[in-house]
């Protein structure tokens, strides 16, 4: 499997970079749901419970290779799905 690098812009992840799987045309997907309990999503706590990130796939690469993700929304766990 190939694997490209993603920026993910704004949201909880805001400036984190990742790796995503490429998909059949070589980028990354359009839209991909980071949960809070991913490393780079923020930490549910105390009144902050556990939520999904959704992240679109903006068009082209940026001059370092790296696509970006914008941030769409958070919903509860399992709503983006």
Known sequence: ME???????GGPAD???RQLPAGPGGG???????NSRDGHAGQPG???PCADHLYELR??????GCWT???VR???VGMTE
């Open 28 to 34: 990354p997907p359009r839209r991909w749901v980071l």
């Open 69 to 71: 993700m914008a941030f």
């Open 46 to 48: 105390p009144g902050r």
């Open 74 to 76: 958070s919903d509860p």
């Open 3 to 9: 694997w490209v690098s993603v920026r993910f812009a």
């Open 59 to 64: 068009p082209g690469q940026d001059a370092d």
């Open 15 to 17: 400036g984190a970079t």
